[in-house]
């Protein structure tokens, strides 16, 4: 995958993708997050999901959390649902995700969640 992917892409299973969304090169703060990790390497299969900012560009994990925090973002996702004689069941898999609006942490803006979402026809 190509570090600037339009937000349609997604990561899938198989699929390459860029070092930094391998799970070993997850950036942590702390020594226990850090040994937790290291031992989910060789025990779990991850698939990140993508994080796009307002241009459409792939946000790099490293980048996650400056980006992320306390932004408005559109999670764009899939719901499966099943019925049975004795049960219903519900699955939702997170697609990627759209920065709409930085945090103010980010810098100010006084452009509206609601005017956004319009402009982006969402």
Same mark, same amino acid.
């Given at each position: 995958?190509?570090?600037?992917?339009?937000?349609?892409?997604?990561?899938? =299973?198989? @699929?390459?993708?860029? &070092? @930094?969304?391998?799970?070993?090169?997850?950036?942590? =703060?702390?020594?226990? +997050?850090? @040994?937790?990790?290291?031992?989910?390497?060789?025990?779990?299969?991850?698939?990140?999901? &993508?994080?796009? /900012?307002?241009?459409?560009?792939?946000?790099? &994990? %490293?980048?996650?959390?400056?980006?992320?925090?306390? +932004? *408005? *973002? +559109?999670?764009?996702?899939?719901?499966?649902?099943?019925?049975?004689? !004795?049960?219903?069941?519900?699955?939702?898999? #997170?697609? /990627?995700?759209?920065?709409?609006?930085?945090?103010?942490?980010?810098?100010? %803006? /006084? %452009? %509206?969640?609601? @005017? #956004?979402?319009?402009?982006? !026809?969402?």
């Amino acid at each position: 995958m190509k570090a600037e992917s339009s937000a349609s892409e997604t990561i899938s =299973e198989g @699929e390459e993708f860029l &070092p @930094e969304f391998c799970i070993e090169n997850w950036p942590c =703060e702390h020594d226990v +997050a850090k @040994e937790a990790r290291n031992q989910m390497i060789d025990e779990f299969h991850v698939l990140p999901i &993508p994080a796009y /900012n307002m241009q459409s560009n792939l946000v790099k &994990p %490293t980048q996650y959390r400056h980006m992320l925090k306390d +932004a *408005v *973002v +559109a999670i764009h996702f899939t719901l499966k649902h099943g019925a049975s004689n !004795s049960s219903n069941t519900n699955i939702v898999d #997170i697609v /990627n995700m759209r920065v709409l609006m930085f945090s103010y942490h980010q810098g100010p %803006t /006084n %452009t %509206t969640v609601k @005017e #956004i979402c319009a402009d982006r !026809s969402l």
